[in-house]
């Protein structure tokens, strides 16, 4: 017997009316339309399948998800008997940037929603890595044809086709694949720092999240060097952590001057989790530059080609240049 939930705050691409991740049906709400334009939207946009207009925005009821069989979650969730809906909602939070989470509370029971119900203020580079594929679907009967068919069907054939992308689905279920393997589980001991990740990407000042990003960075190195003891992994130098995540996800080399730059940000780190205010060692942009990389980092964790559409890899290239 199938099992049926409402989610609040999923955004679907343009035209998709469906989403089959892993065997969970997540379908649009029938007044999708007024519910999505209820959240929030920070831009004005014309020419997409709504016209969306800046709003502050809150939470509301855009899908339903509908399953069967339950499979237990890949994830370490800290609540009991966590199920793979769970990842999925997690990474569906991480791939559109809104606090997507569903109903698990009876009717007569209404607890206060204390999610945040703004957009995401970081994690783009990573939503951008999503695989692009389009198709073309017929609205009245929804069904696919790729763009071959589409280019020689007759022009009136064509009025009822609109483009969409159909590779958001399939780069959410190449994730869950991958995070749900034996191997990447191991390696990365269940993916505590994905949840590190969904807070540090949250609306807030960019003091404290450069230093939730770093924290990132710094269990990231505790997980590639679990053969450390862990006072070891404790007392190692930040900027051995630091080094050690360029290396291995950016393929460089860091020299002895770039090294000490390395260290610079390192102090000014340190004395902004001491003092609470931007330290004047560093620029608000290397911070952001910092974490722009770690958005890349998590795409390349998630078995993705990172974006790189704030141009954080020629960022990073830059620095190291000025360093050498």
């Given amino acids: 017997m199938s099992e049926k939930k409402e989610v609040y705050n999923l955004e679907f691409p343009s035209y998709i009316f469906e989403l089959n991740l892993a065997g969970y049906v997540?379908?649009?709400?029938?007044?999708?339309?007024?519910?999505?334009?209820?959240?929030?939207?920070?831009?004005?946009v014309s020419g997409s399948?709504?016209?969306?207009?800046?709003?502050?925005?809150?939470?509301?009821?855009?899908?339903?998800?509908?399953?069967?069989?339950e499979n237990l979650a890949a994830l370490e969730w800290g609540h009991e008997s966590p199920t793979q809906l769970d990842d999925i909602i997690l990474l569906l939070d991480l791939f559109t940037g809104r606090s997507?989470?569903?109903?698990?509370?009876?009717?007569?029971?209404?607890?206060?929603?204390?999610?945040?119900?703004?957009?995401?203020?970081?994690?783009?580079?990573?939503?951008?890595?999503?695989?692009?594929?389009?198709?073309?679907?017929?609205?009245?009967?929804?069904e696919f044809v790729d763009e071959d068919i589409f280019l020689k069907m007759q022009f009136f054939e064509r009025s009822n086709y609109h483009p969409c992308d159909i590779g958001f689905e399939k780069t959410i279920n190449s994730v869950i694949a991958l995070i749900s393997s034996s191997e990447w589980q191991t390696i990365h001991q269940k993916g505590y720092f994905l949840f590190l990740y969904k807070n540090a990407v949250k609306r807030q000042t960019i003091e404290y999240a450069f230093l939730e990003h770093w924290t990132i960075?710094?269990?990231?190195?505790?997980?590639?060097?679990?053969?450390l003891s862990e006072k070891v992994l404790e007392t190692t130098d930040?900027?051995?952590?630091?080094?050690?995540?360029?290396?291995?996800?950016?393929?460089?080399?860091?020299?002895?001057?770039?090294r000490e730059e390395i260290k610079r940000i390192k102090k000014a780190r340190h004395a902004l989790s001491h003092f609470g205010k931007i330290p004047t060692p560093v620029d608000i942009k290397e911070m952001e530059l910092f974490i722009r990389l770690t958005e890349q980092v998590i795409a390349v964790i998630l078995g993705l080609t990172p974006s790189n559409t704030f141009n954080s890899r020629e960022g990073l290239d830059a620095f190291l240049k000025q360093s050498v």
């Fill in 26 to 44: 997540f379908r649009r709400v029938e007044n999708y339309e007024d519910q999505f334009l209820r959240l929030q939207h920070l831009v004005d």
């Fill in 100 to 142: 997507v989470f569903y109903k698990n509370w009876d009717e007569d029971a209404e607890p206060p929603i204390i999610r945040d119900s703004r957009l995401s203020q970081w994690g783009a580079q990573l939503r951008l890595s999503s695989q692009r594929d389009t198709a073309y679907i017929n609205i009245d009967t929804r």
């Fill in 238 to 258: 930040a900027t051995m952590k630091i080094i050690f995540i360029l290396e291995k996800y950016f393929q460089i080399s860091i020299s002895a001057t770039a």
């Fill in 49 to 69: 399948e709504f016209r969306i207009l800046p709003l502050t925005g809150t939470h509301a009821i855009t899908a339903t998800v509908e399953f069967q069989n």
């Fill in 217 to 227: 960075w710094e269990h990231l190195f505790a997980l590639h060097n679990s053969q």
